[in-house]
């Protein structure tokens, strides 16, 4: 299906916005503005903005340790997220939930998570939501290869089939949970086969090919949108870093490093747009310069924004008690 | 007004709940009973009999069997609970947290913190605890003080009919995540109920019996078995106060320091083993904020430091007995 | 594989006694002698001990909460089973496991398991214990079909498969996990497929023929015995009764139950030997016979027993405290 | 003798105990890490570094990288235990419990009270816990009360490296299955360490100080903060004990109810929510069995009742401090 010069647009910017937000807070790491972990997005980019592209506020997305990319590929402001990550005032949760924990209802993003397998189950509920209210919004739930091999993940994926909610699992496969590869901790030789098994359809799509990850997520959502139940996508991606920021990854060869980087989502939509005369070179320049000075700008203010009022430590831990 | 049982109430909470607000929906193994077999769908209603007949009135669009996969019915329920339904989850045994922990105490009670105050996870989980049944060490356990120290959770321990049915009211109609704990070894208990709807606020403390001389703090099950020790210490004209706190979190402190800064003498009856209990909760809370009032050291009636016996003479001697909280109180005194 | 007679006379004596003392079981239920709850095996006598057949004491087994049959085939003494399901002293666990909690580490019985899904991943540590030592022994885990969509449970079968343990997982599919049939539960098509999707060879087998589940058996361990990691075994069962003694069973009809008992194991068994002229009537008879009489005398004792001594209620908590 | 991190302590324990005994294995996510990767297998070593270099000299067999399937992980160990191995299985946060408590809670710690006493789980399971270090909501929490309430589970919380190594070493030589709670705000704490192996028992609690106007207990992270304030209030004149008991299941009640006999004043220091904490069961053991001792209201230092903030400030203002210790002090003077 061919995606209209402003779409096209949209998807790099979105791509693009991630890929500068997530070398911002590499450097904001180095640079101790980052408290605790950061696990960045980098080389996902395609995998993220593909599955949310088609997606409105009103569907549901549940994520992961490595968040970011799914919040803004799900529109969440950065400038808001800068501030949470940073702690500061005024962050999306008020500086009181970090990195792991970004979560904006208003966008139908349901939380990062930094429990490995805990947003699978939540997701099959947000699709309960839906499937009883007779919507055709849907619910998709974001996993790495690592979290595939949690109980919470196997069992939501049963229950979405037996309770035919609309629902789409994600798995983000980057080759590592961690530090393991998942060569080593998935048994199964595929990791979309074996959610196959479990009653649903599975496809395994290149995970660096921004239009491979929205073709197949289109045909996923036909398919739970006709009332078909759950539906499987696991994407093959690079992980350009290590698991945190400041991981030596001595564990993966420098080849293979090496081979991570060539297959930059980036560089590949750039080539593909750029070679099929979509979009102009000029055009995705000049979005990548309206995105760096974006970013630079919500850094710099979230740097020099207040702590939260201590007053809020024991706040919004109840609606009432 | 009707005399109905325990189960019998909570069952009827649930009934006009859901007659109430179509947002109320039940989930669960066997909620409903009998999905995918041969015969008659929804005649169980529950391992228990609690939900009887609400499959046959609501349908399985709201009274929802699930697989044997706590993690995903909890986290399920968390998950529609806060994109705007109320559903009411049942965990057949409080015993079974342990396969579904997670999305208790680190996704359903911290999201509203975690993300700033801008979700509401209207969520209940219904469950049942308590020994006494013979159900062994893995079917007995209460598990309250595990999750009365969740932040973010609200836990109930209704202790005769009429409360299951207001408590169970007031859980359905919060805003935030309630374990809603049933103590199985009351659910034939009679007691007379209001046919209508009604809430019993959370955090407010029930008196069942005023008397000068001590204070006896007890939870769920506990609750008759205390007011049968105050019986016997009536005989003797020792007049005991006994509090009922049905709710565990929050708390009605000021019930139980107001109390004891008349009577000075507390015992504290809690159905679980001794360690970071409840019992250590209410003594240490006394200890701490009605210490001058303090006549005598507190009297913990708890159960052991082992797990639930399975032989009936063992499991006797494992609960705390009215014997043992009258026992308690006289050494106050 | 042909078995002798001896052969065939222990594998009808374990099914007998598993049987005589199931319908024990439910009589002293009703005459309430047994505290608590009962969940018996009658109709699934071929399952337990086709797989145990060929076990030894040093092959370890783990159960659930429908273990009476599991221990009787792993070579339990009944008098010791009627002593602990009554709660007595000298019951196999001391008057404190109870029905839901028998085990045996003599026999190689890790544990009936209360909790569904708790015995597959402590089978994986059994087994892990003997590929580590290098013995040709392996662990079996019993789950129900109910069993199989607990979260531990398929985090076991992942497990199993990395870790390359000699186990094998034994799925009683009774269609039924307590009221809900696993038709509506286990949203895959077949179990065994399901679990063999997890990278594991896997059959399906009547769990009701002796024979098969026997000759299925002999496969399964020889691929873990050979080193090539664990193996998945379905067996197809009859539940007889209900989910527990005094279920009335409304969420069956009436065909299905007539149709459960007409699959009866032991009548399979008898037709099977004699049709074939491997075992006499009255050999099976004289068996059934002296089953019939120890479990009565075992009953009796037990019911004649005394409670455990209640100094012992504080006692076994720890080695050491 | 060699000043060494409570990280090395702990990895110094885990390698002498392997060497000394085969049966000794660890297991949990990248214990080893790298498994099934292109490059260095073993170089990670835990995601804190404590098992770092063990795989490369114990092998795969011995150092077992997982899934990250905890209740696989937490079982198997289990499993492995209770048919004669020594495993060490790593939980890497304590935080995750929630996906694996029934394998702790219900199963190892049962397994021989259940079993009538036949038998034996020598399963250590190790992990780590604590705010301080930004982790958010998720990766901060203690959940000793959860684990110390556990009929059947001994929990021991180091606070210093020489204890660190003696009390692992306790541990995986003890029989039965003992969560090893490590702090991870004290990782690179340095202390004099024995090289050769040592015991420290369990249930024996270490006096850090003596003094007669109060007693402050801590446990873990908390005991070097009870040591400054101990230091702030001595400049004032006031001598406070104070106890570290080490281990909080078995609890050494007795060290406790001796010194608040001497002292008559108690301050119980727990970085947990107040409720069913390891503060009240201590302030409720003073309560109810050294009461007449009391001469003031047990003090007890804990976090509020929220889940851990992430934001800096907030975080520090969640923990107890040197500060709040002295100001519980002096309350109780
Ligand atoms: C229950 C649980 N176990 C372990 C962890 C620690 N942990 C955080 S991220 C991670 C790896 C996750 O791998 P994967 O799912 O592949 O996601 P990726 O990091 O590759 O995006 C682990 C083990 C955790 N957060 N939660
Ligand atoms: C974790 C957990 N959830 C629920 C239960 C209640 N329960 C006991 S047996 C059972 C059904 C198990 O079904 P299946 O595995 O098919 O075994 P079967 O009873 O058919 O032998 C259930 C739901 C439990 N004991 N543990
Ligand atoms: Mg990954
Ligand atoms: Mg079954």
Do not use: E, H, K, W
């Given at each position: 299906m061919q995606l209209s010069r402003d779409e096209l647009k949209r998807a790099y910017t979105s791509m693009y916005a991630i890929r500068a937000f997530e070398e911002r807070v590499e450097k904001e790491f180095a640079d101790g503005t980052i408290p605790g972990f950061a696990h960045v997005y980098l080389g996902q980019e395609a995998s993220g903005v593909g599955v949310c592209f088609d997606l409105t506020d009103e569907d549901q997305i549940g994520s992961t340790h490595r968040g970011h990319g799914h919040c803004i590929a799900k529109g969440c402001e950065i400038e808001g997220m800068f501030l949470e990550i940073m702690g500061r005032d005024g962050g999306i949760c008020g500086g009181k939930g970090g990195s792991m924990h970004i979560a904006d209802m208003d966008k139908g993003m349901l939380g990062a998570n930094a429990i490995v397998g805990g947003s699978p189950p939540i997701a099959v509920g947000a699709a309960l939501t839906q499937k009883l209210r007779g919507t055709d919004r849907v619910a998709v739930a974001f996993s790495g290869d690592g979290a595939s091999n949690q109980g919470t993940t196997l069992e939501a994926m049963n229950m979405a089939v037996i309770l035919k909610v609309p629902m789409i699992f994600v798995f983000e496969n980057n080759g590592y949970g961690e530090f393991t590869a998942s060569e080593y901790s998935v048994g199964a030789p595929s990791l979309s086969d074996r959610a196959a098994a479990f009653g649903m359809p599975a496809q395994c799509v290149d995970g660096g090919d921004f239009f491979a990850v929205h073709a197949a997520m289109r045909e996923a959502l036909a398919h739970v949108r006709a009332g078909k139940g759950?539906?499987?996508l696991e994407t093959r991606c690079s992980r350009f870093l290590g698991h945190f920021v400041g991981d030596p990854q001595k564990y993966r060869s420098p080849e293979e490093l090496a081979q991570a980087r060539a297959n930059d989502p980036i560089q590949r939509f750039r080539d593909k747009v750029t070679t099929a005369a979509l979009l102009d070179i000029s055009e995705l320049d000049e979005i990548e310069q309206q995105i760096r000075a974006r970013v630079e700008a919500a850094a710099a203010a979230a740097r020099a924004a207040p702590m939260p009022a201590l007053e809020t430590l024991e706040t919004d831990v109840y609606v009432t008690y | 007004m009707a005399r109905i049982s325990y189960r019998k109430a909570v069952n009827q909470a649930l009934d006009q709940e859901m007659t109430r607000?179509?947002?109320?929906i039940l989930m669960g193994i066997d909620v409903g009973g009998g999905s995918g077999g041969s015969g008659d769908v929804g005649s169980v209603g529950g391992v228990m009999g609690v939900t009887k007949g609400l499959y046959p009135k609501y349908g399985p669009n709201r009274v929802i069997d699930t697989p044997i996969s706590e993690s995903a019915i909890i986290g399920a329920?968390?998950?529609?609970?806060?994109?705007?339904?109320?559903?009411v989850a049942e965990l057949m045994f409080v015993d079974f947290i342990g396969v579904c922990l997670d999305q208790i105490y680190n996704q359903a009670a911290k999201f509203r913190y975690m993300f700033g105050g801008k979700a509401r996870t209207p969520l209940v989980i219904r469950t049942m605890g308590g020994a006494g049944m013979r159900a062994g060490a893995q079917h007995s356990?209460?598990?309250h003080p595990i999750l009365t120290m969740i932040p973010g959770l609200k836990v109930v321990m209704p202790s005769n009919p009429y409360d299951a049915k207001g408590l169970l009211i007031r859980a359905i109609r919060?805003?935030?995540?309630?374990?809603?704990?049933e103590s199985k070894a009351l659910y034939d208990m009679k007691g007379e109920v209001p046919e209508e709807a009604y809430e019993i606020p959370f955090g407010e403390a029930n008196f069942l019996r005023d008397g000068g001389d001590a204070t006896i703090v007890a939870f769920g099950a506990m609750v008759p078995r205390a007011m049968q020790a105050a019986d016997r210490l009536a005989k003797d004209g020792?007049?005991?106060?006994?509090?009922?706190?049905?709710t565990t979190s929050p708390l009605d402190e000021e019930a139980i320091l107001d109390s004891v800064d008349e009577t000075g003498r507390l015992v504290v009856v809690d159905e679980s083993p001794p360690r970071c209990s409840l019992a250590a909760d209410v003594a240490a809370l006394v200890a701490s904020q009605a210490f001058d009032a303090l006549k005598a050291p507190v009297g913990m009636v708890t159960c052991p430091h082992t797990p639930v016996p399975f032989a009936p003479n063992l499991e006797d001697a494992y609960m705390p007995s009215a014997e043992k909280i009258e026992a308690a109180v006289r050494k106050t005194l």
């Open positions: 759950p539906y499987t | 607000d179509a947002s109320v329920a968390a998950g529609a609970a806060v994109t705007g339904m109320r559903p356990q209460n598990l919060d805003d935030d995540p309630v374990v809603f704990l020792i007049r005991v106060t006994v509090i009922d706190p049905r």
